[in-house]
């Protein structure tokens, strides 16, 4: 991957929310590339960060009740810095979105023929002939069986899974190079779900675009992500490709993730749960490691210093002092001085 070309540099980003009056990091410290033709996945539980970022790099918080700190290079520019008309040129055009809940996201009173145009107006030169026969193919492209007539539909006279079609033809229409997609699936039953995940995956393959991947759901992950990008309390806390993430895990927030997943082979025994939740932001613990009140065994200096991401294995990035203490004692592990992680990794 790291022969790919850049998409989207993401150095150091901290959000922050002001509650009654003094400000909180969300997330905190973020680094991490999204390469050309790869699906960056970022797990994690509610509450971690996850949207937050997404909603960093969308340019999409209120402003004056958001901090966001450090730089979002697309495509080599600092979108960061961008005001409200300059990012309005970008978003929609190079940098698509796909959110949770497409119903939310669709205007109930335009036909979905005219949300997806409104796009092609604002960022092409298109007539309006060549803008109508566009948004037909790129409803065909979704895989909505009859597009002239879903043109003429209101959201409300759509499916779920209709609907997050026509949110992803928006998204695609002016082919971005990135496309960002929050929680895409979630809102959708188990079959629309498997289809549209099919939908995500196969996009990848046509544009070469970066594709940034919000979830909850390991599911999704393995099957369309290349790289994950484990998320806690606001940091990064592991990163790996996902082969590497679902066979190796390394953090013990990682390990405990996939242990939660439910698998068909097993369901006699119970499924993990992980002790605890994540503190909200005004009681994130800012010292030490930040998962340490939820696993018992953690070493005495976790508690005191803050651990640093390091590259265990090529291309395997983990922030915990003490990984190699546990769980895997069949692993040999790597006395190589590590690698601290820098987001041009
Ligand atoms: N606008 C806001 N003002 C104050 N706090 C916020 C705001 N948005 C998010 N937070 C807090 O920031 C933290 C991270 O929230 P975020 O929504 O990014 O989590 P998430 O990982 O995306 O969770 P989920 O999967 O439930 O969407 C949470 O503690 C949340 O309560």
Same mark, same amino acid.
């Given at each position: 991957m ?7 540099k993401?150095n150091n980003i901290?959000?922050?929310f ?5 400000? *909180? ?7 991490i590339?999204? *390469?050309e033709?790869e ?15 997404? *909603?960093?790099?969308?340019?999409l918080?209120e402003?004056?009740?958001?901090m966001v700190?450090?730089d979002?290079l697309?495509k080599?520019?600092n979108?960061?810095?961008?005001t409200e008309?300059?990012?309005n ?12 809940d ?9 036909k979905?023929?005219?949300q997806?145009e409104?796009?092609?107006i604002l960022?092409?030169?298109m007539?309006?002939n060549q ?6 193919s ?8 009859s ?13 779920g ?5 026509v ?5 695609i229409a002016?082919?971005?190079?990135? %496309? ?7 809102a959708l ?5 498997g289809?549209?995940?099919?939908? %995500?995956e196969?996009?990848?393959? =046509?544009?070469?675009a970066?594709v940034?991947?919000i979830?909850h759901?390991?599911?999704v992950v393995?099957e369309?992500a ?6 806690y309390a606001g940091?990064?806390?592991?990163i790996a490709d ?5 066979k ?11 242990n =939660?997943?439910? =698998?068909?082979?097993? %369901? ?6 992980i ?6 932001i005004?009681?994130?613990p800012r ?10 065994w ?14 265990v294995a090529r291309?395997?990035?983990v922030r915990c002092?003490c990984?190699?203490?546990? *769980?895997f004692?069949?692993v ?7 690698n601290?992680?820098?987001? =041009?990794?």
């Amino acid at each position: 991957m790291t022969n790919n070309k850049i998409i989207l540099k993401i150095n150091n980003i901290k959000t922050s929310f002001k509650i009654e009056g003094d400000f *909180y990091e969300a997330v905190d410290g973020v680094s991490i590339n999204v *390469y050309e033709n790869e699906v960056l996945a970022i797990v994690g539980e509610s509450g971690c960060g996850k949207s937050a970022l997404a *909603y960093s790099i969308m340019g999409l918080h209120e402003r004056s009740k958001t901090m966001v700190e450090g730089d979002l290079l697309f495509k080599g520019r600092n979108i960061n810095d961008l005001t409200e008309s300059s990012l309005n040129k970008i978003r929609g055009k190079e940098i698509g979105m796909i959110f949770q809940d497409p119903l939310a996201a669709l205007n109930p009173l335009m036909k979905a023929g005219h949300q997806i145009e409104e796009v092609l107006i604002l960022h092409t030169n298109m007539t309006k002939n060549q803008r109508y026969e566009k948004v037909i193919s790129l409803l065909d492209e979704v895989g909505i069986p009859s597009p002239d007539t879903v043109y003429q539909q209101y959201p409300h006279e759509l499916s779920g899974g209709m609907r997050q079609r026509v949110i992803i033809a928006i998204a695609i229409a002016c082919a971005p190079s990135l %496309l960002i997609a929050d929680e895409p699936t979630t809102a959708l039953d188990a079959t629309i779900q498997g289809q549209i995940i099919e939908l %995500l995956e196969n996009l990848k393959l =046509s544009k070469d675009a970066g594709v940034l991947l919000i979830t909850h759901d390991l599911g999704v992950v393995a099957e369309i992500a290349d790289r994950v990008a484990v998320m806690y309390a606001g940091e990064l806390v592991e990163i790996a490709d996902v082969k590497t993430l679902f066979k190796t895990p390394q953090h013990p927030y990682t390990r405990s993730l996939l242990n =939660s997943v439910p =698998s068909v082979s097993d %369901l006699q025994s119970q499924l993990h749960v992980i002790q605890g939740k994540v503190p909200p932001i005004q009681h994130l613990p800012r010292k030490g490691c930040r998962f340490k009140e939820r696993i018992p065994w953690i070493r005495d200096e976790a508690h005191e210093s803050h651990p640093e991401l390091h590259e265990v294995a090529r291309n395997h990035y983990v922030r915990c002092t003490c990984y190699k203490d546990f *769980y895997f004692q069949n692993v040999t592990p790597r006395e190589e001085k590590p690698n601290v992680y820098t987001s =041009s990794t």
